[in-house]
């Protein structure tokens, strides 16, 4: 099962073992996935697209169940991970790294913040009905506050308001960052443009989308409940307009690449064409761009019956989550394949087993959802439409 | 109104909260500075040869041996080039060059010579701009150093290093690159491979020296270094560098 | 009725785990941990310097082996071997210190010599290389044997002869 490494061309000998591995592909991608689920939170509760509301809690909780896990790929990856937190110990701020670890950190308390607020009518309502230890959890998680009287909500919703206000920023920035820390080594020609934590931040925010669409019908079909065609529609055009503005920047950037030509044109040139062809030019710039380009725009502009726009609508959030993945890859790993020599190519596979390895990154993709599921179990992630007709 | 007054005090009390928050993150660095004081300047510099170098791998060996150096994994290496005369360049740097180099075919060679590489200490280092917790520094004798105690092993400086010269220990788990074998310079003695050089291709000294004869090359002779365009500024200066060396 | 409790309580508990934060960095940063010169390149452990230059170094030069070799050493500083180090062909003094009966570091063989004089295209050229040991043999006017060694012609510390 062990992948030979191919060499082609001379590299410098500390280069033929690629370094970034698999769980460096997976960690900008889980990061920008926080950042476009909570966007789409945010479109509700900041820009009061009022038919968002049906995934406005489904959002939230996913990036905070993406945000728990956005960090663990790099502690499988670190060489000490039990050093981990001399980065926000002891931190080098000249370093675009550095700041991890508190841009993180403020994320969380924000989306934490937030979700407790949104949820704690919620958290109330289940404290008084329920009993036994379960009632405990609720008091505890209510911080033994039960006050839901309507003064207290309002304030509540102003917080929110507030918070979301200052999540999107911070969504941008944690994102945006990400792409900052590739765009800003100078010694890396694949990486190293402005125009980096851009494009980073685009592809984030469309994933999160694709990726809210595609879970939230998976969701509504084992409830075995009607999806609200209206809330999809309106994610479908988002992730329609942000996807242009992705796929736009990047085609820039090959473009300008290709136009300017500079020392490590030949180099790249070789890298795209027997590297990564296939994860590169037939993925990311090919079959997963053009369909969702085209076929989106189809499903934000033309009328048709809620079923063909939703099996569209989700064909294309499919095939954007690969381009997006495939980008991450392209990014990561592309940027490791070539020497700085500029002279020759190495090559990597991930392994399936291994502390890098594809398992642990399939388990560690999963995890989010078990979070999820987790925390329906305790409070209610979609506004059942059955207790309201009840109630 | 009391509402919206008390509404108003508790966004000022976070405003505060958070501006505090902020103040102590940009008083993290100072927060402990009672480490040796002095400032840094770069005393030391190595020049290479190429004219010079023979490819024998001594060198190479002699880090390997000094520094335990793991296997497949280099402080210092020789490149060959070989440039022939259709203009195809051939480089190559088997076992990094310390088991000496193989003979090649001689036709149709226009010119063909060696590189030792090291780490360059360069004067603006962005592998020690990119760490992100103080575990790679310039000392105060301007030697790029990694402190293997302190290093979570992220990677970033390898990423960060134009010229390759840095590698995960496969033991330790952290950064290892080349320290101009600080442990013999502040002895006195030369580092490992300059030792070891048996042409003189290496060679150590300090800057503003003016009997040092490395001193004395920096000054008069007209060396180059490597990538210069990345901005770096290496102190390791190289005489009889080729274009087609990067 | 005050509406804000709630909000105070969740204040409380971030500022808990954010002064916890604060004290467990006061605990685990070492203390020589500081600034050096600047921030930008000198961030670090201080103790790391010492640290490093404390290390042991292998090779001392041939000053060391002249203390107990001083035929070798007179006759090697005479020769055109004189710009070569005893310890870059014989290894590193630790090692030799460890073991004097060692003899690893003693090769004679064709292949050492050749390391250096093998005729090689990207040697200077003016550095004496070796291209074919039969013929290199019968030019300086010797019979050539099979198996023969450099050392059976040359000195291996003085080797013009």
């Known amino acids: 099962m062990l992948h030979e490494i191919v060499t082609q061309g001379f590299l410098f000998p500390n280069e033929i073992e690629v370094l970034w591995s698999l769980m460096i592909v997976l960690y900008p991608y889980i990061t920008g996935l926080v950042a476009g689920a909570f966007i789409v939170s945010s479109l509700y509760h900041v820009f009061g697209k ?7 809690k489904f959002s939230l909780v996913a990036a905070f169940a993406f945000l728990m896990f956005a960090c663990t790929p790099l502690l499988f990856h670190l060489g000490h991970p039990e050093r981990a937190f001399n980065i926000m110990f002891t931190p080098h701020f000249y370093s675009a790294m550095s700041g991890f670890g508190y841009i993180y950190s403020f994320y969380l308390i924000v989306v934490l913040l937030e979700i407790w607020f949104v949820f704690r009518p919620d958290i109330i309502a289940r404290a008084k009905s329920s009993t036994g230890i379960m009632k405990a959890l609720y008091w505890v998680l209510a911080l033994g506050s039960m006050d839901d009287s309507e003064e207290a909500l309002h304030i509540d919703h102003k917080i ?39 494009i980073f931040l685009m592809s984030a925010i469309v994933s999160g989308i694709a990726i809210l669409i595609v879970s939230y019908y998976i969701v509504m079909v084992i409830k075995k409940q009607p999806v609200d065609n209206k809330c999809l529609k309106s ?40 590297r990564l062809q296939f994860s590169y030019e037939i993925l990311q710039l090919g079959i997963c ?41 392209n990014v990561v790993v592309g940027g490791q394949l070539f020497s700085k020599s500029l002279r020759g190519l190495t090559s990597y596979m991930p392994t399936f087993l291994g502390r890098e390895g594809i398992l642990v990154a399939v388990i560690l993709f999963t995890m989010p959802f078990v979070v999820m599921y987790v925390f329906n179990l305790i409070l209610p992630l979609f506004e059942n439409k059955g207790d309201e007709a009840q109630g | 109104m009391v509402t919206s007054r008390r509404d108003f005090l508790k966004q000022a009390g976070w405003t505060v909260l958070g501006g505090g928050l902020m103040a102590s993150f940009v008083e993290l660095p100072a927060s402990k500075a009672h480490a040796s004081s002095g400032d840094r300047t770069h005393l030391y510099a190595y020049v290479v040869d190429t004219h010079k170098c023979i490819g024998c791998g001594k060198c190479g060996e002699a880090c390997r041996a000094e520094n335990k150096v793991p296997d497949e994994f280099y402080r210092t290496w020789i490149e060959r080039y070989t440039i022939y005369a259709d203009g195809h360049v051939d480089v190559d740097s088997p076992h990094g060059g ?149 | 009725m005050n509406h804000t409790s709630h909000i105070i309580r969740f204040a409380v508990v971030l500022v808990a785990v954010i002064a916890g934060f604060f004290i467990l960095r006061g605990f685990l940063v070492p203390d020589s941990f500081g600034v050096q010169g600047d921030y ?101 006017g010797g019979a050539y044997e099979k198996g023969m060694l450099c050392v059976a012609c040359h000195s291996a510390h003085s080797p013009q002869q």
């Open chain 2, 98 to 246: 310390e088991k000496g180099a193989t003979p090649i075919k001689k036709a149709h060679i226009d010119r063909s010579f060696f590189v030792p590489k090291l780490c360059n200490h360069c004067k603006e280092p962005n592998c020690v701009q990119v760490c992100p917790v103080g575990a790679t520094y310039v000392s105060r004798q301007g030697v790029v150093l990694v402190d293997e105690k302190h290093c979570v092993g992220c990677g970033y400086c390898i990423q960060a290093c134009p010229y390759g010269a840095r590698f995960i220990n496969p033991k330790t788990h952290v950064a290892d690159k080349c320290t101009w074998c600080y442990h013999r310079v502040l002895k006195g003695l030369k580092p490992a491979c300059v030792t070891v050089c048996p042409v003189g291709a290496r060679q150590f000294g300090k800057v503003n020296d003016p009997n040092d004869p490395v001193g004395k090359l920096i000054k008069e002779a007209r060396l180059q270094v490597l990538k210069p365009e990345m901005g770096n500024q290496p102190m390791v200066f190289y005489n009889g560098l080729d274009k087609e060396v990067r």
């Open chain 3, 40 to 140: 930008k390149y000198g961030y670090h452990r201080g103790a790391s310097d010492a640290e490093q230059a404390a290390l042991p170094a292998l090779y001392t030069g041939s000053k060391k082996c002249a203390q107990c070799h001083a035929a070798e050493t007179a006759e090697w500083q005479a020769g055109k071997h004189a710009g070569v180090e005893c310890e870059t062909c014989h290894g590193n003094w630790q090692a030799h210190n460890n073991n004097t009966k060692d003899k690893a570091g003693k090769d004679s063989s064709i292949e050492a010599c050749l390391l250096c004089h093998g005729e090689v295209e990207a040697r200077p050229a003016d550095f004496p290389q070796i291209a074919d040991m039969k013929k290199h043999v019968e030019d300086g």
């Open chain 1, 289 to 329: 761009s053009a369909i969702p380009l085209v076929v989106l725009g189809f499903v934000s502009l033309k009328t048709m019956s809620d079923t063909l726009r939703n099996r569209l609508g989700l064909i294309c959030s499919a095939l954007i989550l690969i381009q997006v993945l495939a980008m991450r890859w």
């Open chain 1, 160 to 198: 929110t308001l507030v918070l979301a206000a200052i999540g999107i920023p911070s969504a941008c920035t944690l994102h945006g960052y990400v792409g900052f820390l590739f765009g800003s080594l100078k010694s890396n020609p694949w990486w190293s443009t402005p125009l980096m934590p851009v």
């Open chain 1, 235 to 274: 994610m479908y055009d988002f992730l329609w307009g942000f996807f242009i503005i992705d796929l736009t920047l990047e085609l820039l950037n090959e473009l300008a690449s290709i136009y300017a030509q500079t020392q490590s044109y030949s180099i790249i040139a070789q890298l795209t064409e027997h």
């Open chain 1, 50 to 56: 009022e038919e968002l509301k049906p995934v406005a």
